[in-house]
T-cell receptor
Framework: DAGVIQSPRHEVTEMGQEVTLRCKPI?????LFWYRQTMMRGLELLIY????????DSGMPEDRFSAKMPNASFSTLKIQPSEPRDSAVYFC???????????FGPGTRLTVT | TQLLEQSPQFLSIQEGENLTVYCNSS?????LQWYRQEPGEGPVLLVT?????EVKKLKRLTFQFGDARKDSSLHITAAQPGDTGLYLC???????????FGTGTRLKVLA
């Protein structure tokens, strides 16, 4: 089992640019979670999906953030336009039913200059 | 706003010592989890507790869920350098998968 796959592992971009983070969950897992981790705020849930449907996006900080899950094996988190305060490590996690065992990916370290 | 406070924030101990990490909240959780995270990696699930008063053991690690399901503790016996990492608790309330993560405890075990 390859585990949760995230790409890219590192992203450096300039303020105002669009950023797209990608996630491939573990096969058979029907829950997918996007988190953001910073030193100041710790690990925060942004959004989660069940069977490709967004269930709770109340953690998405602003309209600049959007997430999609077009199929069971792929999800994206997009930031447009990016700002320096978006700099963080973004994690994707997936879970088999009933959704209480999260397996995290290695994360994407995003730096916005 | 639900908060999970962990204490201590930082802990540096010698190999062989025992330690306890605490996770406290004013909210009631239907289940609570403990994770360990190493630098450059995602958190790894250690245990899930769901019943008030529940105690689970994982080798040298003992996890307890408070009777009121508002707090939890992680006790490590005879710590080893391999236990070094960031320990996170996470709680979820009934009917949702909206996990709230604790503030974290950074543990360093010196050989």
């Amino acid at each position: 089992d390859a585990g949760v796959i995230q790409s890219p592992r590192h992203e450096v971009t300039e303020m105002g640019q669009e950023v797209t983070l990608r996630c491939k969950p573990i096969s058979g897992h029907d829950y997918l979670f996007w988190y953001r981790q910073t030193m100041m705020r710790g690990l925060e849930l942004l959004i989660y999906f069940n069977n490709n449907v967004p269930i709770d996006d109340s953690g998405m900080p602003e309209d600049r953030f959007s997430a999609k899950m077009p199929n069971a094996s792929f999800s994206t988190l997009k930031i447009q336009p990016s700002e320096p305060r978006d700099s963080a490590v973004y994690f994707c996690a997936s879970s088999p039913p009933p959704g209480y065992e999260q397996y995290f990916g290695p994360g994407t370290r995003l730096t916005v200059t | 706003t639900q908060l999970l406070e962990q204490s201590p924030q930082f802990l540096s101990i010698q190999e062989g010592e025992n330690l306890t990490v605490y996770c406290n909240s004013s909210s009631v959780f239907s289940s609570l989890q403990w994770y360990r995270q190493e630098p450059g990696e995602g958190p790894v699930l250690l245990v899930t507790v769901v019943t008030g008063g529940e105690v689970k053991k994982l080798k040298r690690l003992t996890f307890q869920f408070g009777d009121a399901r508002k707090d939890s503790s992680l006790h490590i016996t005879a710590a080893q350098p391999g236990d070094t990492g960031l320990y996170l608790c996470a709680g979820v309330t009934s009917g949702t998968y909206k996990y709230i993560f604790g503030t974290g405890t950074r543990l360093k075990v010196l050989a």
